[in-house]
């Protein structure tokens, strides 16, 4: 296994990257923007709170992609009750489980070489034009640091009118130190398809990863897609993503994303809504504590009629903890009878805590209905008075609240993490 | 059990709202508190269950021989205390069923039996006062009305057996059905083992539940006590007549204004 340096070797990194040609010349066209490109700075809205400048990326190494992974034969397999699973180890596909029915899921790499089939071949068709897309589209150097460094990606790919039965579990995970993982999920429903996918992001409990993840989505007309991303990575560590999703006619996007590990976290995630009639639901879970630094933003982009979207994002600071939630509704000219809302709380649950929470509207439209709403503050006394007086001791009533808090937003989520979200919002409350 | 309330004072945020509460309440008793809007009844209650906002600022609570002051709220309800609140808080995320068997666990957790029947009891409860079994799978309070919230409270004191419930103003607001079944609740576990402290501003829930005592509250203290009649007598007078016999002349001029 080799190590390169994550910026000063990555055109020699590329180049021992496997995979076919045009997945060669996406990485190369990210790098050449990457490389004219500075880290974001404060002096940009989105990273006003979210200072890079103490970062020295360079010094983070990146593990060869071609080196096959002597952890593979340990991959924990989950429990869970997935149609199908795709594991990843410290970058490298290690292998799969499951059938996806007519379903794509696999690794890009193994798909493209497999080759055969109309269906994978115009499965990798469109991922390369969402790859394309996305290396276009991406208006920050880590978002293109991820496109230049992606080995491969996993690929779940559903063909019209095919609703999946049971969800796909992509693991991601990793125990290098000092190293960088860009880790690539795409996911493509076409028209009327239905999906339930999650993606996990792990690590050992130590070893200082930086993981620079992405995510492209494109949800077809009338098709449902449910996607939860969980980050449960070491409280070392630093996370990055930057996930998109194209949103077609009458389609339904339910995606929620829980932070709930990482020293460091930046997460962006954009909902373009391009077709009439669509329905998105964002909903966010994040907790942060010690001296770590939580900066989500959601992005709902209307430029279609009579789409609907939500965004639910709750969040929790305890110790010295700061976290930021950015929530952006932009209604573009030809988007009338646009509903759309974002709700942000928080709670505090140290004095020295901050939680800060700036929604903001762009509209250009007349005929829409747009809101938001945050609360933040304290635990409410008069519920721990009333939850005391019931018998429950005063820690008791408080880890009661707190998971309280997140409850509704964990229902939504693919039922094989429930317990697994409860267990690590409670291991924050009393760690 | 047994509560002996001596000279309570008690205050909020530097007010002075108890002055010299004297009480005697136990087990396998019901008593009424009535008294006009602002007479402290309120206060008591959240007092006697150890709200940290309120101030003992004189006095004691002797249960069975030990003061209670320096106990939390949860202490107290571990000994058997109870408040059924005026205004039930909503706790978002927290199902009923989840926060009862909990309750429940904590109550009885000297007894192995303590969860064994508890959901049968939790249906069986639901059903005698007329609640949704869906209700078990709701958030607590959330959305509730003021009628389903107060059943609520009826439905945790059936289950949670308290040695001594003080019931704020539980009947306010209520319409005639809701009170019924509330009165049924308290009705149903009236025996020597279970005591009560109804706080009411109106005559009404006494048609229905026949208290042993009732006491007169005026100005943080209790003025008078005495049985049943006493109740009707203020329903023929009304609170003008509290304050004609125990306030001070000031206080009836004040009132006329």
């Given at each position: 296994m080799s190590l390169q340096r994550a910026v000063a070797d990555l055109a020699a990194y590329q180049e021992s990257l496997p995979g076919p040609g045009w997945l060669g010349d996406v990485r190369r066209r990210a790098r050449d923007r990457f490389e004219r490109m500075q880290w974001p700075t404060t002096s940009e809205e989105e990273w006003r709170r979210t200072?890079?400048?103490?970062?020295?990326?360079?010094?983070y190494r990146v593990i060869d992609g071609t080196s096959s992974d002597d952890g593979s034969g340990d991959v924990q397999r989950d429990g869970?009750?997935?149609?199908r699973q795709l594991h990843y180890h410290n970058g490298v596909f290690t292998g799969s489980e499951g059938d996806a029915g007519g379903a794509i899921v696999d690794d890009l790499i193994a798909l493209a070489d497999a080759g055969s089939g109309a269906h994978c071949e115009s499965a990798v068709a469109s991922v390369r034009s969402v790859l394309e897309a996305a290396v276009d589209r991406a208006d920050n150097r880590i978002e293109l640091w991820n496109l230049a460094l992606m080995s491969s990606a996993a690929v779940v790919y559903v063909p019209r009118n095919l609703a999946m039965d049971g969800a796909v579990l992509v693991e991601v995970n990793a125990d290098a130190d000092e190293a960088v993982v860009a880790p690539q999920v795409v996911v493509i429903l076409e028209e009327g398809a239905q999906a339930d996918v999650v993606v996990r992001c792990r690590s050992s409990e130590e070893g200082e990863l930086l993981v620079a993840g992405a995510e492209q989505l494109v949800v077809g007309a009338n098709a449902r897609l449910r996607l939860t991303l969980l980050q449960r990575l070491n409280d070392d560590s630093l996370y990055f993503h930057h996930g998109h999703a194209e949103i077609g006619r009458d389609a339904v996007l339910h995606r929620s994303e829980a932070?709930?590990?990482?020293d460091f976290v930046k997460t962006r995630f954009t909902s373009?809504?391009?077709?009439?009639?669509a329905d998105v639901d964002l909903n966010g879970i994040y907790f942060a504590l010690g001296e770590q630094h939580m900066d989500l933003r959601t992005v709902q982009n209307?430029?279609?009629?009579r789409a609907t979207s939500r965004a639910y994002y709750r969040g929790a600071v305890r110790d010295e903890a700061h976290s930021i939630y950015q929530g952006l509704i932009s209604v573009a000219p030809?988007?009338?009878?646009t509903d759309a809302y974002l709700t942000n709380k928080n709670l505090i649950l140290s004095e020295a805590a901050r939680a800060d929470s700036i929604p903001s509207l762009n509209i250009r439209t007349d005929d829409v209905r747009c809101s938001h709403g945050s609360t933040t503050g304290k635990l409410d006394p008069s519920q721990v008075f009333y939850l005391q007086s019931r018998g429950y001791s005063l820690n008791e009533a408080r880890r009661l609240l707190v998971q309280g808090h997140f409850e509704d937003l964990i229902a939504q989520?693919?039922?094989?993490l429930h317990d697994e979200l409860r267990e690590l919002i409670a291991r924050r409350i009393d760690g | 059990m047994k509560i002996e309330i001596h000279g309570l004072r008690a205050s909020i945020d530097g007010q002075q709202i108890l002055n010299g509460i004297d009480l005697e309440l136990e087990s396998g008793q019901i008593h009424a508190l009535m008294g006009p809007n602002g007479s402290g009844k309120s206060t008591l209650s959240n007092v006697i269950m150890g709200?940290?906002?309120?101030?003992?600022t004189g006095g004691d609570i002797v249960v069975d021989g030990e003061s209670?002051?320096?106990?939390e709220a949860d202490e107290r309800a571990r000994l058997g205390l109870f408040l059924a609140f005026q205004y039930p808080v909503e706790i978002p995320g927290v199902t009923v069923g989840r926060f009862l068997k909990r309750a429940n666990e904590i109550r009885f957790?000297?007894?192995?039996?303590a969860t064994k029947g508890f959901v049968k009891e939790l249906r069986a409860g639901m059903d005698f006062l007329e609640m949704d079994q869906q209700f078990i799978n709701?958030?607590?309070?959330?959305?509730?009305?003021g009628g389903e919230k107060k059943r609520m409270e009826i439905l945790q004191m059936l289950l949670l057996k308290p040695s001594f419930a003080v019931m704020d103003e539980?009947?306010?607001?209520?319409d005639i059905d809701a009170l019924k079944v509330v009165a049924k609740g308290i009705n149903k576990l009236r025996d020597p083992s279970f005591g009560a402290l109804i706080i009411t501003?109106?005559?009404?829930i006494l048609d229905y539940v026949k208290p042993d005592r009732v006491h007169i509250m005026y100005k943080g203290r209790v003025v008078t006590s005495g049985d049943e009649s006493l109740v009707h007598t203020l329903e023929a007078e009304g609170y003008d007549w509290v304050r004609q016999q125990f306030g001070s002349p000031d206080d009836v001029l004040e009132e006329a204004r």
């Open positions: 200072n890079l400048s103490a970062f020295e990326f360079d010094s869970g009750s997935w149609a932070a709930l590990g990482s373009d809504i391009s077709g009439a009639g209307h430029r279609a009629a030809g988007a009338p009878g989520t693919n039922e094989s | 709200h940290p906002s309120y101030q003992v209670i002051l320096e106990m957790a000297d007894k192995a039996t709701r958030y607590l309070n959330e959305g509730f009305s539980t009947d306010s607001g209520l501003h109106y005559q009404r």
